[in-house]
């Protein structure tokens, strides 16, 4: 899996490509805990590149939300797919973290 981070202020955004899975999660992981440990409060997952998230990489981006919670941050979440659409719908993930539908709409109300 490849990770591409940038930041842009106290804003961190992390682009996952591929697979989210059990193969993926350390990587995953500890992109977003090193976001935080680096002084982010805000931190977006952008999901343009992602094909797929199991139950792990659920489990994985709650663990991270969890972490930006505790330094009173923000996360949020956009450009899901189709399917990753569906999975969060079901999980209901809108209720604790906002959706975007681009890169552009996020970065935009985050900063």
Same mark, same amino acid.
């Given at each position: ?16 490509? !591929? ?13 977003? =805990?090193?976001?935080?440990?680096? !002084? ?7 999901? %343009?590149? %992602? ?12 663990? !991270? ?7 009173? !941050? %923000? ?12 999975? $969060? ?6 209720? =604790? =973290? ?5 890169? $552009? ?7």
């Amino acid at each position: 899996m490849n990770i591409e981070t940038r930041k842009e202020g106290d804003l961190t955004i992390i682009k996952p490509e !591929g697979r989210i899975d059990a193969t993926a999660l350390q990587e995953f992981s500890a992109c977003i =805990v090193k976001a935080v440990d680096s !002084g982010s409060n805000k931190v977006l997952i952008d999901f %343009t590149k %992602t094909e797929y998230m199991s139950s792990a990489g659920i489990r994985s981006l709650m663990e !991270g939300l969890r972490k930006v919670e505790e330094v009173n !941050g %923000t996360m949020a979440v956009c450009s899901p797919n189709a399917n990753l659409r569906e999975l $969060f719908d079901v999980i209901r993930l809108d209720q =604790v =973290v906002k959706i975007y539908k681009t890169d $552009f709409d996020a970065i935009d109300k985050m900063l």
